[in-house]
C-alpha cells in the first residue's frame, strides 16, 4: 500500500509544513508497513482572475494524483496533508473495490475528498481520468462548476459529485464513513478507539496551530491526539496529555529538572 499526499510549496507558509510534519509522523508510526510519497509541488500560475489559488491547486493536484497512480503497481491512498492517522488503514483493502470514498453524516455536504482508497486496476484508473477531465472542465467553465460546487463544495469533490449523479461509469465504487475513515466537524467530538483518520481543518486546525485552550472544548480529543503526536514527532516541547483526562502523562524533562532543584534546595 502506497500513500500519497500532494502538499503545495508557498515559501515562509510554516502552517501546512507544521501539518504535513504531524501527518508524515502519524503515517510513519500507525502504518509502518505504508509506502509514504510527499510530492512537493510548485504553486500553480493562476491565469484566470475569477478561478481561486484553492481551485487551482486542487485541480493541478488530481493531476499529480493521476501520475503517481500510473506509476506504481500498489494500491495507493490519496490523502491530504492536514491529516492525522490514528490506526493502520490497510484493512480498508480487505473490501472489494476500486475506488473508496469518504461519506459524511450531519453535513450538507455530502463526501469529502481528503481521502481516496484506490486498488490498481484498470477500471480505477479510467475513473480518475475521467474525474480528472470533469475537474478541468469545470476549472474552465465557471457555469458548470458552480451548479455542483453549491452541492459538493471545492474543484475536486464538485467533479466527484458531478460523476455520482450522472453516473455512466463501471467502476466499483465503495463508501467509507467519515466517522471512522475520515473524521470531519461533525464527526470530531464522537472520535473514538475506531477512528483512523481525523482531517485537520477549520477551527480544529486553528486551534491545533495557534495552541488555543482546551477547557471546555468539543473536541479537545482531536486537539490533544494532534499535539501528542507533535510532541512525538519533537515539533512540540510539551508534556503529553492524557485523551480521556486532558492531564500529563509524564511531566516533561525540563519540569522534572526543576521539580529536582526544588527538592535538592529543600535539603538545606
Not at 471512522?180 to 467530538?189: F, G, T
Request: charged share 25%; glycine share 6%.
Amino acid at each position: 500500500m502506497k500513500i500519497v499526499s500532494v502538499q503545495f510549496d508557498y515559501g515562509g507558509l510554516q502552517s501546512y509544513k507544521k501539518l504535513s510534519q504531524v501527518f508524515a509522523y502519524s503515517v510513519k508510526k500507525n502504518c509502518p508497513d505504508a509506502d509514504l510519497e510527499l510530492i512537493n509541488a510548485k504553486p500553480p500560475e493562476i491565469k484566470r482572475k475569477i478561478r481561486s489559488k484553492s481551485f487551482a491547486t486542487n485541480t493541478l493536484k488530481i493531476k499529480l494524483w493521476l501520475n503517481a497512480l500510473r506509476s506504481t503497481t500498489d494500491d495507493v491512498v490519496f490523502m491530504d496533508c492536514d491529516m492525522i492517522v490514528l490506526k493502520d488503514i490497510s484493512s480498508a483493502f480487505k473490501n472489494d473495490f476500486d475506488i473508496g470514498y469518504t461519506k459524511r453524516t450531519g453535513s450538507r455536504i455530502p463526501y469529502n475528498g481528503g481521502v481516496v482508497f484506490v486498488k490498481n486496476t484498470p477500471e480505477a484508473i479510467k475513473f480518475i481520468e475521467h474525474w480528472k477531465e470533469i475537474n478541468d472542465k469545470m476549472y474552465n467553465d465557471y457555469t458548470f462548476h458552480h451548479t455542483y460546487r453549491n452541492k459538493y463544495a471545492g474543484m475536486n469533490q464538485a467533479a466527484f459529485g458531478y460523476i455520482m449523479e450522472t453516473g455512466g461509469y463501471k467502476t466499483k465504487l465503495k463508501k467509507f464513513s467519515c466517522d471512522i475513515w475520515n473524521a470531519c466537524v461533525e464527526n470530531w467530538p464522537k472520535i473514538n478507539d475506531e477512528t483512523r483518520i481525523v482531517h485537520i481543518k477549520g477551527a480544529l486546525r486553528r486551534s491545533v496551530l495557534m495552541n488555543r485552550s482546551i477547557a471546555g472544548c468539543r473536541f479537545r480529543r482531536a486537539i490533544i491526539l494532534w499535539r501528542n503526536l507533535a510532541i512525538e514527532a519533537g515539533l512540540i516541547h510539551a508534556p503529553k496529555l492524557d485523551v480521556n483526562t486532558a492531564t500529563p502523562i509524564t511531566p516533561h524533562p525540563l519540569i522534572r529538572k526543576v521539580r529536582g532543584l526544588r527538592r535538592s534546595r529543600r535539603r538545606y
